[in-house]
T-cell receptor, first 114, second 113 residues
Framework: DAGVTQSPTHLIKTRGQQVTLRCSPK?????VSWYQQALGQGPQFIFQ???????QRGNFPDRFSGHQFPNYSSELNVNALLLGDSALYLC?????????????FGNGTRLTVT | GEDVEQSLFLSVREGDSSVINCTYT??????LYWYKQEPGAGLQLLTY?????DMKQDQRLTVLLNKKDKHLSLRIADTQTGDSAIYFC?????????????FGSGTRLSIRP
């Protein structure tokens, strides 16, 4: 049973560029959440997708956007990259229902903005 | 407000018990979690506790919750070198497993021989 998979594992972009990160949830999960983890910090909630719509959003600017596809996979897009966007981006999935099924995280995409 | 605080570092001798502490601010939190992160890896869920419980034990791990003081701790018995990692305390902001989670900044656990 594959867990949460993310691609690519590493990425280097230049300031001002745009980036797309991808996530496939764990089998049986329909909700996808994205987190940003800066170096030396805990993960910060970006947003969550369910039924192809953004359901919750953290304190991130509109440069951060996402999408969820009918097969529950998801993309995170970041426009006009800033140096401060350099971080590990983590995707997590869960079933929408069920109190006893916590988030399962992928290994993340390490984004470096130069 | 939403805030989770942890001490940054903990060093213990191999074979001793490790106790990692955490405080949180939101009294409406439903679940509290402990995640482990090894270098270059994502987050691994270690254990979690529902807010109406005060203790949960799972093999070498014991979680204690003091809801009155909003204090959560993780005790690792017989600490091994493989336990070296960063440990994150986190609280869930809703009643669903899919709810937003707020993380602390992590406690780096190092093991002395």
């Amino acid at each position: 049973d594959a867990g949460v998979t993310q691609s690519p594992t590493h990425l280097i972009k230049t300031r001002g560029q745009q980036v797309t990160l991808r996530c496939s949830p764990k089998s049986g999960h329909d909700t996808v959440s994205w987190y940003q983890q800066a170096l030396g910090q805990g993960p910060q909630f970006i947003f969550q997708y369910y039924e192809e719509e953004e359901r919750q959003r953290g304190n991130f600017p509109d440069r951060f956007s996402g999408h969820q596809f009918p097969n529950y996979s998801s993309e995170l897009n970041v426009n006009a990259l800033l140096l401060g966007d350099s971080a590990l981006y983590l995707c997590a999935s869960s079933p929408d229902r069920g109190l006893e099924s916590p988030l399962h995280f992928g290994n993340g995409t390490r984004l470096t903005v130069t | 407000g939403e805030d989770v605080e942890q001490s940054l570092f903990l060093s213990v001798r191999e074979g001793d018990s490790s106790v990692i502490n955490c405080t949180y601010t939101d009294s409406s939190s439903t679940y509290l979690y402990w995640y482990k992160q090894e270098p270059g890896a994502g987050l691994q869920l270690l254990t979690y506790i529902f807010s109406n419980m005060d203790m949960k034990q799972d093999q070498r791990l014991t979680v204690l919750l003091n809801k009155k003081d909003k204090h959560l701790s993780l005790r690792i018995a017989d600490t091994q070198t493989g336990d070296s990692a960063i440990y994150f305390c986190a609280e869930s902001m809703g009643y669903s497993s899919a709810s937003k989670i707020i993380f602390g900044s992590g406690t780096r656990l190092s093991i002395r021989p």
